[in-house]
């Protein structure tokens, strides 16, 4: 694990000295948009029309944030329009690297062995951390966007012209209330497990603790109410959801100390992580083997021996029964 200072790779863990032993995620730097016609997005430069073939899209499998966007593409049936890379699940002191464990799938675009070397190809002298996912252009040989929730957006609406699939997961109506649950479940949440994990104080994980686990009981009620996030409509807010809640038990209970209830302890949490899972192409994007062995491989400041728990037995196919509940 490390970060690009000017251009040169350093070995390093996050630094929380300078911040009371809170972990504090930094920005994504890569902000441009995929447009239809290739406009300038909402932040950036132009000139990244939507084409079939044109884009590649990296991830791992475990990443919580690279989830979501093989959601979207998956979703939006977008397979053959957006090719993928799949680094391996344990990153080391080279950071992301393209392995051969079962699961991945190498660099066939630009033939890297480390993912860094992407960042170096769209600018040699970038200094910061190198975060799956990549968005890469392979017609200008550069990342297009390395921001999660930005990526899942141009999936949603940039390429209409390549899928049959209209769904919409950010509908006009709902954005206001979509963008407001977003920004309490990216910080309590889906940051919140990590924020829980990676402090090095015992202040900054109680505080984080607290926060988490307030958030899923006020999410739980909301839940007894309607069917999705949003009433009887699924959207981007529950896919950013799913992708922390499907990795809570196996990984954040035990590895990020989040333990004072399990998902499938709460009453509409469990159920709706089901049915979230159950929803049909998703639970062929989730990896456990990936995700369980990332994190806990992964993190030798908290799991020196890096060993990977067998358990817990999940059964995410049992029945939901969330059918009958309506818009709230
Ligand atoms: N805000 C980014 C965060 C992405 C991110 O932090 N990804 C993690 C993997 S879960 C990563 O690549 N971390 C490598 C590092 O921090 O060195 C997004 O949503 O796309």
Not at 107 to 130: F, M, Q
Request: hydrophobic share 35%.
């Amino acid at each position: 694990m490390g970060l690009l200072v000017d251009g040169v790779w350093h070995d390093e863990w996050y630094d929380t000295k300078s911040t009371g032993g809170r972990f504090v995620r930094k920005d994504s730097a890569f902000r441009n948009w995929v447009t239809p016609d290739g406009a300038p997005g909402p932040s950036g430069e132009g000139g990244f029309r939507a084409e079939a073939g044109r884009y590649h899209l990296y991830v791992s499998l475990a990443c919580p944030w690279a989830h979501r966007t093989l959601i979207l593409r998956k979703l939006k049936k977008l397979e053959d329009v957006i090719s993928v890379s799949v680094v391996d699940p344990c990153m080391g002191s080279q950071g992301w690297v393209f392995g051969d464990s079962p699961g991945t799938v190498p660099d066939t675009v630009n033939g890297a062995s480390r993912l860094y070397e992407i960042y170096l190809k769209a600018d040699p002298h970038y200094s910061g951390r190198v975060t799956v996912p990549v968005l890469w252009d392979k017609q200008r040989g550069t990342i297009v966007n390395n921001e999660s929730s930005e990526i899942i957006r141009m999936f949603n609406a940039a390429f209409a012209a390549f899928t049959d699939v209209a769904d919409d997961y950010y509908p006009e109506p709902l954005r206001k209330e979509i963008d407001r649950v977003n920004e309490r479940v990216y910080h309590a949440v889906n940051n919140g497990v990590y924020k829980a994990g990676f402090a090095t104080t015992q202040e900054a994980y109680d505080q984080a603790f607290d926060t988490l686990f307030g958030a899923l009981d006020e999410l739980d009620t909301r839940l007894a109410r309607s069917r999705y996030l949003l009433g009887d409509r699924l959207t981007e807010a529950d896919w950013r959801l799913f992708t922390t809640l499907v990795r809570f038990d196996a990984v954040y209970v035990g590895h990020f100390k989040c333990n004072l209830r399990r998902i499938a302890d709460y009453p509409n949490l469990g159920p709706y992580l089901r049915d979230l899972y159950q929803v049909p192409g998703v639970a062929g994007t989730v990896n456990m083997e990936h995700i369980k062995r990332h994190y806990y491989e992964s993190h030798k400041t908290i799991n020196p021996a890096g060993i990977v728990p067998r358990g817990p037995a999940l059964d995410l196919d049992a029945p939901h029964g969330r059918e009958q509940l309506g818009a709230g």
